[in-house]
């Protein structure tokens, strides 16, 4: 039997009454309520809730830190019997990233652009003594290699801007690891990652987990995710606890309505309609091959898109979706074939464009936070691109930002002013709708733009658009890795790999078998609500012998 003090001593975080405030105009708010929060070594704990719940203003607390505009205004943080709120802010620095680490959601918004990957995954264990940098960069080689990042050997010394979003998420989780600590904070770690890669990342991490008993505060908006990583989960709603569980037994049964309103979620689907092909399409991408630099990533590529059509494009991270949208917009002209609007083709270069044509196709990005400029208002944001294309200024431009804000469901009088660090990230969102409509575009490009969002927030935004899309009788090309929201919001579904289209055709027959067998690879790593389910894949894939993405031609 375990003794008391044996117990004691696992217990590794113990948060006690914890209150968090935050500021808006001038005034100080509570965000997060008297909340209570325990770890032992080697445990993981889920954090769920939707947008505002405080599961990152919690996860930052457990190192004893409060963004820019927070403050932690009582309650008592203790780390291994070290008193973090008593503490000097020189011996909380010496802990952050040696004993305790932090994996963001936004890593293109954490790297710094100015140096290369490996100078600073190494700058952490040299500064702090526990590695010299032959030894780190080695390490960083290793976890580069654990977490499936290509070519491992030599990715560190390529700059944040030369990897994709995928890969960059995966390069930070291996700088939070580099001085095995011994908490690691994952906020929303695989949200930039496909479906399939995201499965052999949670593994790895949760095999480093278990290889070092390492404990580990994982945040997430995805129900199936924290499934397959926590112990034991919190539901969080507006700096409160609704319940609390063993894993098993949370998403067995879980007990507050609130909880069963998340298990609920992603109920929309839009009304698949049929086109009528023998009709000019409004976009076509005609044989495209495109490279950067000697590098050939797109491999003459060919599809359709028709006014009023969804077309979700899918494939892991690198397999060529963003690039062919860089190409369908102008910035990156094709080597090989050409885009055309309406039979119309279109200049390769987008300086070469006419304003018309630029306006034609618009884009939403993954990350709102890193895609408005935090210095302007909201409606200098909306209102450039109404000035730039349609010539609007004084009251009529006024008028129009205003019209935009109620067409995203947004009071126009309480959100013009506002700058985007006073918004959440749906809303923030909501502002790049607002601001890619501003241009009245026919076709836009929405890449990854629910993936940062809660499940709850996700759901509006998708309800968003497609009654857009009705209104405004809109074309999305909806770059995605999420396969619930291609069943959403798609009419068609196309398959990259490789810088290839492997698999092209409605919804309902992409989803139907037989399918190609990297289709099937990426609906089979589609996480389950099973605890038991992530286990049971790789189980079955060692002993059947998985089609590993780079084996799949």
Known sequence: MTSNAEKDSDLLLEIRGLHI??????????????????????????????????????????????????????????????????????????????????????????????????????????????????????????????????????????????????????????????????????????????????????????????????????????????????????????????????????????????????????????????YDTSKEPLIRVDHVTAAYGPLTVLHDISFDIYRGQTVAVVGESGSGKSTAARVITGLLPPKQGQVLVEGEALPGDYRKRSKDQLRHAQMIYQMADTAVNPKQRIRQIIGRPLSFYLGLSGRELEDKIKDLLSMIELEPDQFIDRFPGELSGGQKQRICIARALAAEPEFIICDEVTSALDQIVAEGILKLLDRLQRELRLSYMFITHDLATVRAIADEVIVMLQGKIVEHGPKEEMFTPPHHEYTDLLLSSVPEMDPNWLDDLMQRRAQQGAISSTSVS
């Open 21 to 274: 405030e935050g500021q808006a105009d001038e005034e100080w708010h509570e965000i997060v309520k008297g909340l209570d929060v325990t770890l032992k070594r080697g445990e993981v704990l889920g954090l769920i809730g939707e947008s505002g719940a405080g599961k990152s203003t919690i996860g930052l607390a457990a190192m004893a830190f409060a963004r820019p505009g927070c403050r932690i205004s009582g309650g008592s943080i203790v780390f291994d019997g070290i008193d973090l709120m008593a503490a000097s802010e020189e011996e909380r620095r010496k802990l952050r990233g040696v004993r305790i680490s932090y994996v963001a959601q936004s890593a293109a918004a954490s790297f710094n652009p100015a140096h290369k990957l490996i100078e600073q995954f190494t700058e952490g264990p040299v500064e702090h003594g526990v590695r010299s940098r032959s030894e780190a960069e080695a390490d960083a080689k290793d976890l580069y290699k654990k977490l499936l990042l290509p070519d491992p050997d030599n990715i560190g010394y390529r700059y944040p801007h030369q990897v994709s979003g995928g890969q960059l998420q995966r390069a930070m989780t291996a700088m939070a690891m580099a001085c095995r600590p011994d908490i690691i904070v994952f906020d929303e770690p695989t949200t930039a990652l496909d479906v399939t890669t995201q499965i052999e990342v949670l593994a790895t991490i949760r095999d480093i987990v278990d290889q070092f008993n390492t404990a580990a505060i994982y945040i997430t908006h995805d129900l199936a995710v924290v499934a397959q990583m926590a112990d034991r989960i919190m539901v969080l709603r507006y700096g409160e606890l609704v319940e609390q569980a063993d894993t098993a037994t949370m998403m067995a049964s879980p007990q507050e309505d609130y909880t069963k309103t998340l298990w609920a979620v992603r109920t929309f689907k839009k009304e698949t309609e049929i």
